[in-house]
C-alpha cells in the first residue's frame, strides 16, 4: 500500500499549525478508525513499547492496514519493519495483531502471520524458540504460488535456532531462488544477498556439526568481498579443521582472521568468535587468539563492546 495513493483518495489536510503531527494523527485515527490510511499513519507515529494502550491502538491499526493490503505488508523492508515498531513490540502486543488479521485468502493469512513474528523476532536475544516454531509453522502453510521474492529468507531465519534437520531442506530454495533485488534490475545488490543467504546456511551448517553440508556449500562463497562476511566463513573453516583434527591452517585462518577484522562493524559475535572460544577451550594459539578480540574492538564504539569478547579475554586471563 502506497501512502502516496492513499493521500490523493483521501484527500486529507496538513495538520494545523497549532496542533501537533501525533496528536492529528491520533484525532484523524479516532474519527476514521477503519481507514487504512490513517491506521498506517498511527503504525508510524506511535511504538508498541510506549505503554498499554497505546500498545493496543498500534496492533489494532497494524492488524487492519495488513488486513486491508496484504502485498504491502509481505514486502515491507528491513527498514520499514524497523519504522513500524515492530523490533520491540511485545509478545503479547504481536498476539494481538495476529488475532485481528483476517484475510479471506487463506494462504495469504497464514504469510503475513507468520511474516509478523519472524520478522519482529529475528535479532530478539536469546531466541523466542517457541514463537519461531509458530512463525514457522505459518509459513509452511503457504501456497507454492506465494512463496517468491524473501520468502525462503524469513522461513529459514524463522527455523534458525528451531530445528536444523528442517532448516537444512530449505537451503535448496534459499540458496536457488532469484533474489527480489534481482527483479528490480540491481544484479550487484542481488549478488550481495545471494551471499548472505549462503553465509546463513554456512554458519548454520558449521553450528550444527553438519560438516557434509558444509563442505558441500563451501565452494560457493567469495572470499574478500565482505569482511564481516569473511570472518564468518573463516570462523567456520577453522571449526571444520578442529573437527578433522587437521592443525596445520589453524595459524594461517587465524592470521587471516585478524588482519581481515581491524575496524570493521559488528564483529565479536558469537560467529566469528566460536572458533576462537573452541581454542581457549583446548587452551591452543592463546596469544593469537588474544589478537583477534582485540582486533574486533578496532571496529567498535569503546562504549558498546561486545560481551561476548570481554568474556572471552577473561577466559585467557
Not at 486529507?12 to 499549525?17: D, G, L, S
Not at 530478539?124 to 519461531?132: A, D, G, I, T
Request: charged share 30%.
Amino acid at each position: 500500500m502506497r501512502a502516496n495513493r492513499n493521500a490523493k483518495r483521501i484527500k486529507t489536510k496538513a495538520p494545523p499549525p497549532d496542533l501537533p503531527r501525533l496528536e492529528h494523527v491520533l484525532e484523524q485515527h479516532r474519527r476514521r478508525p477503519a481507514d487504512p490510511y490513517w491506521c498506517l499513519r498511527v503504525c508510524e507515529a506511535v511504538k508498541p513499547a510506549d505503554g498499554q494502550r497505546v500498545a493496543g491502538l498500534w496492533a489494532d491499526a497494524l492488524a487492519r492496514v495488513a488486513s486491508y493490503d496484504p502485498k504491502w505488508f509481505i514486502s515491507l523492508r528491513s527498514p520499514d519493519v524497523g519504522t513500524l515498531g515492530m523490533y520491540n513490540a511485545p509478545i503479547s502486543v504481536l498476539a494481538r495483531v495476529e488475532r485481528r488479521v483476517s484475510i479471506r485468502d487463506r494462504s495469504r493469512d497464514h504469510h503475513v502471520k507468520g511474516l509478523l513474528w519472524a520478522r519482529s523476532l529475528r535479532f530478539r536475544k536469546p531466541p523466542v524458540v517457541e514463537r519461531l516454531r509458530h512463525a514457522a509453522n505459518h509459513l509452511l502453510r503457504v501456497d507454492e504460488r506465494h512463496r517468491t521474492g524473501s520468502f525462503y529468507e524469513h522461513l529459514c531465519h524463522a527455523l534458525e535456532h528451531v530445528d536444523y534437520e528442517e532448516l537444512k531442506m530449505f537451503f535448496v530454495p534459499l540458496l536457488e531462488a532469484p533474489p527480489a533485488e534481482l527483479a528490480e534490475g540491481s544484479r550487484a545488490a542481488s549478488r550481495v544477498v545471494e551471499q548472505g543467504h549462503l553465509v546463513f546456511a554456512l554458519v548454520a551448517a558449521a553450528r550444527a556439526r553438519d560438516w557434509k553440508t558444509y563442505e558441500a556449500y563451501r565452494g560457493r562463497f567469495r572470499d574478500g568481498d565482505d569482511a564481516h562476511r569473511d570472518c564468518e566463513i573463516w570462523a567456520c573453516d577453522g571449526l571444520s579443521e578442529l573437527a578433522r583434527e587437521r592443525d596445520e591452517h589453524l595459524a594461517e585462518i587465524l592470521k587471516s582472521m585478524t588482519e581481515r577484522a581491524a575496524n570493521v562493524k559488528f564483529l565479536g559475535g558469537q560467529n566469528d568468535t566460536a572458533f576462537i572460544e573452541a581454542l581457549i577451550e583446548r587452551g591452543q594459539y592463546r596469544d593469537e587468539c588474544r589478537a583477534y578480540l582485540e582486533a574486533t574492538r578496532t571496529g567498535r564504539d569503546p562504549a558498546t563492546q561486545s560481551e561476548r569478547v570481554a568474556e572471552l579475554h577473561a577466559r585467557l586471563g
